[in-house]
């Protein structure tokens, strides 16, 4: 009898023992969650030095999630088209409501707008502080001090469609200068370390403005609206096939003195790519509000 008693005791303990190994073995895939597959994100943007760093920092948190992020440089008209028609996921760089208001009229149908990632912008037409003049009325009395000549950017971009606008309005006796954002500051800096008069198409945000002593001219006639905000804008169907993605980009917000110390550290040489791992790096606080939860 005691023999038996002693026997089930070994059976009991044996099949506890089989049972707390199984569960052991299963608990692994039982805490297991599942996750979007990870693949290919596509941005595009204006080499504007904004967008330059707006579009690293998220490049770089994308990649820190696990996608594989391409990223181009294209013209104001190419990006709008790009994401409107498919071909690229999103961009960061989307000035609105007034900058690129036709380039969203013409790609409406094919794209999602995520709203303002950065209020607070401005565009227009930019001198040094120095100049004698404050407002656009008054350039016609600079012409020849200007040599006739307002500084440009690239030539499909929104801003220089509203300079064109507002040459015509205000009959200023000057001519457009075609160029990119890097020619327009390096023009810039030259007559500025010359003592030179200029006038350039100057945005909100830009490093310019915290490396030299500049101002906006008057716009009485409002050829450059007010307020602008950059939007986030992704094409049609990426919240359905990348849904994680899609929420950061949506998450995404920032402000003038973020993008600023992005674009500062870029123009003082360091690389976009570790200027913007240098950003997100300082700001995980800020960072994990844009990511989602689970």
């Known amino acids: 009898m005691w ?3 002693i026997s089930r005791l070994r059976l009991l303990f044996t099949v506890s023992l089989l049972l ?3 569960a052991c073995e299963k608990e692994p895939e039982e805490k297991t969650v599942s996750s979007e597959p990870k693949g290919p994100i596509s941005l595009v943007y204006v080499e504007w030095a904004s967008e330059i760093a707006s579009t690293h920092v998220m490049k770089a948190l994308l990649t820190s999630v696990g996608y594989n992020v391409s990223i181009k440089p294209v013209t104001a008209d190419e990006m709008w088209k790009s994401v409107g028609s498919g071909t690229a996921d999103a961009m960061v760089a989307a000035w609105l409501p007034s900058t690129h208001a036709h380039y969203l009229e013409q790609n409406r149908a094919g794209i999602n707008d995520f709203g303002p990632n950065l209020t607070g912008t401005r565009i227009g037409l930019v001198v040094p502080s120095s100049l004698p003049i404050n407002s656009i009325t008054e350039l016609n009395s600079m012409v020849t001090e200007l040599e006739g000549k307002i500084i440009g950017i690239d030539p ?3 801003l220089m ?5 507002a040459l015509k309005e205000y009959q200023l006796n000057f001519e457009l200068m075609e160029g990119s954002g890097t020619t327009m500051t390096q023009a810039l ?3 500025i370390n010359n003592s030179k008069p200029i006038v350039v198409t100057g945005w909100t945000p830009h490093w310019k403005f915290a490396k030299f002593d500049l101002k906006y001219l008057a716009d009485p006639k409002g050829i450059y609206g007010k307020q602008e905000f ?3 804008i992704a094409r049609k169907g990426l919240q359905t096939d990348k849904p994680q993605a899609a929420a950061i980009l949506n998450a995404f917000e920032w402000t003038p003195a973020d993008i600023a ?3 500062v550290w870029i123009n003082s040489g360091m ?3 570790k200027s913007a791992e240098r950003w997100l790096s300082a700001n995980k606080e800020k960072v994990a509000k844009w990511l989602p939860k689970n």
């Open 20 to 22: 707390l190994l199984t």
């Open 230 to 232: 950059i939007h986030t």
């Open 189 to 191: 800096t030259e007559a």
């Open 3 to 5: 023999l038996f008693f």
């Open 271 to 273: 690389t976009p790519e």
């Open 261 to 263: 110390q992005v674009m």
């Open 161 to 165: 469609k509203k300079t064109r606008l």
């Open 156 to 158: 499909g971009a929104g």
